[in-house]
């Protein structure tokens, strides 16, 4: 069977006398292949750079000149030779909504012995989550090569505050869904909130060795980019169905591009998790409630229905990472000196990631799978055509046992 090509790196092969000589590429191996060695596939070019060679995921990234890729995409181990591209970013009504303050209180649910990894652009070290006992409890940038703990966007901080913020600065009015949980800050976006899909997905091979280390149970994923093939042959959405298979619940956004656009890659997936977006109108009435204007929705590429379900995402206060490029570009979001204002389907995910650390608590032995169906099954539906609302506490009584 003829394998299928990229039509960039197809353009860039037919288009050899052009000056550029060499591209960014990932290359995708079997799955069954016993090797992720670059020099076993090929002999490297002077013109060729490997960067990543990702065990877990069975990929490799890097640069490559022409005669390198034509003989990568003829290799038997190889089933896809993908372009890298650039992937983007995408709290006391929005817990109150999906009840999870019940949880944290009634169940004594927060998420604790739990962590989840954050793959955004990075984590500050902001009061609410290492006070009194500091829960960021490893950090990893494949942007800058730094390790102590930073946020230059702000994007991720506030994510990390909706998923484990437990609003120790603001007596707790700002607290997220699971308050008690652990964050691994993975930073693979940068200043702008903008960053190459290699790098996401070296930091999805790291927090898969790096699982029983940390407890790492979650991977949050507010990011995407329009996808440009079959799920199939993305290496983002294969990343994170090695992810899922290993054990670790992803979770990633639908995208911004409203009800008639397309779902982000890796949302399109259709093993993972996808959340979309709603307005609770900052009431904790679900009746009131509205699918969120800017949230993808409906097939994806391959067809696929999308989002699985969904979650507040509008006019979402968290935490802020000062002096940051979010904080210094929109200044009216503020909300006192330690919080930040955001809508989006990314901040639905965090709230989503948060849900999810409070079941795991509950119930550690639940698979990937089963906490997807479990998240589906306790949906409250209030619009037709798009996905319901988990709430916290119908997932809960739903199972088999209740904490007290």
Known sequence: MTKQIDPIIDNFLKHNNTNVKILDAIVVLNKNCSHVDISKLCTLKELDKPEYHLHELKQITGKFCRETLIKLINHQEVNYVHHNYVVKVNLNIATATIQSKSANTVHRLTGKGVTVAVLDTGVFRHYDLIHPTNRIIDFVDFVNGRTIPYDD???????????????????????????????VGVKVLDEQGNGNVSDVIAGINWAIENRIRLGIRVINLSLGATPSTSYINDPLAQACERAWESGIVVIAAAGNTGPEGTINTPGFDPLILTIGATNDRNTSNLNDD???????????????????????????????????????????????????????????????????????????????????????????????????????????????????
């Not at 507040?312 to 503020?334: A, E, H, W």
């Open 290 to 404: 509205l699918p969120a204007p800017y949230t993808s929705s409906k097939p994806t590429v391959d067809g696929f229905i999308k989002p699985d379900i969904a979650v507040p995402g509008t006019n979402i206060t968290s935490l802020v990472s000062p002096n940051s490029t979010l904080v210094n570009k929109f200044p009216d979001n503020r909300v006192g000196a330690n919080y930040f204002t955001l809508s989006g389907t990314s901040m639905a995910t965090g709230i989503a990631s948060g849900l999810v650390a409070i079941l795991l608590q509950a119930y550690p032995p639940y698979s990937p799978d089963t906490v997807k169906v479990r998240l589906i099954e306790a949906s409250h539906y209030f619009a037709p055509d798009f996905p319901g609302y988990s709430l916290a506490m119908k997932l809960l009584q739903m199972t088999t046992k209740i904490h007290s």
């Open 153 to 183: 966007n702000g994007h991720g901080t506030h994510i990390a505050g909706e998923i484990a913020g437990n609003g120790a600065a603001s007596s707790k009015l700002y607290s997220g869904v699971a308050p008690e949980a652990n964050i």
